[in-house]
């Protein structure tokens, strides 16, 4: 069965400041890998995925994320944070088969300062 | 593309008394569909899964249950609600493809 684990549950950083979220995920066999963001009391937004091809994906509001097979690791980046970045992020992966079950690490909380 | 509805938004139930949390989705067919919990301050963990009308499977061993009615309705329920059913339940919908998407969730409150 496969397993995520987001390792820091709160990131703060200043705004303006570069961003990285760490993702590592456990699976015998192929997956997809996903990044989510929630806003406060609100569902969850798709901000990218990996599904194959080329290893760096880039999704809305200027995160992208990096697939490192050999580390399985699936970190999330962005360059500049805004203080609206400021959310919880849900790395997730499901297993390529029938049912594409979606298996979520504990989420990591993105503090933007002033 | 899909939306998809939940309601109500907000339930403040006692403990012992039941539960029905609806889920509908609109724009697709025959899409696979799922309730997740989030416990305060925890990730997202997968209640139930459908594959299509009448197919539930669980993930967890729980005092809930859920049901698929029609291709497109997805429901949540208890008989006696614990105090440990408080939480956050978001529907999910995976219409084809790969990428899951969800709703705005239902956030419960076992008093």
């Known amino acids: 069965a496969q397993s995520v684990t987001q390792l820091d549950s709160q990131v703060p950083v200043f705004e303006e400041a570069p961003v990285e979220l760490r993702c590592n995920y456990s699976s015998s066999v192929s997956v997809y890998l996903f990044w989510y963001v929630q806003y406060p009391n609100q569902g969850l937004q798709l901000l990218l995925k990996?599904?194959?091809?080329?290893?760096l994906v880039k999704g809305i509001n200027g995160f992208e994320a990096e697939f490192n097979k050999s580390q399985t690791s699936f970190h999330l980046r962005k360059p500049s944070v805004h203080i609206s970045d400021t959310a919880e992020y849900f790395c997730a992966v499901s297993e390529v088969d029938s049912s594409y079950k979606l298996i979520f690490g504990s989420g990591t909380r993105l503090l933007v300062r002033p | 593309s899909q939306t998809i509805h939940q309601w109500p938004a907000t339930l403040v139930q006692p403990v012992g008394s039941p539960l029905s949390l609806e889920c509908t989705v609109e724009g697709t067919s025959n899409p696979n569909l799922y309730w997740y919990r989030q416990a305060a301050g925890r990730g997202l963990q997968l209640l139930f899964y459908?594959?299509?009308?009448?197919?539930i499977s669980s993930e967890v061993p729980q005092n809930l249950s859920a049901s698929r009615p029609q291709d497109r309705q997805f429901i949540l329920s208890s008989k006696k609600l614990l105090l440990s059913d408080s939480g956050f339940y978001l529907c999910?919908?995976?219409?084809?493809?790969?990428?899951?998407?969800f709703g705005e969730g239902s956030w419960l409150t076992v008093v």
């Open positions: 990996y599904l194959s091809g080329s290893t």
């Open positions: 999910a919908c995976l219409p084809s493809g790969n990428t899951i998407y």
């Open positions: 459908s594959v299509g009308i009448g197919q």
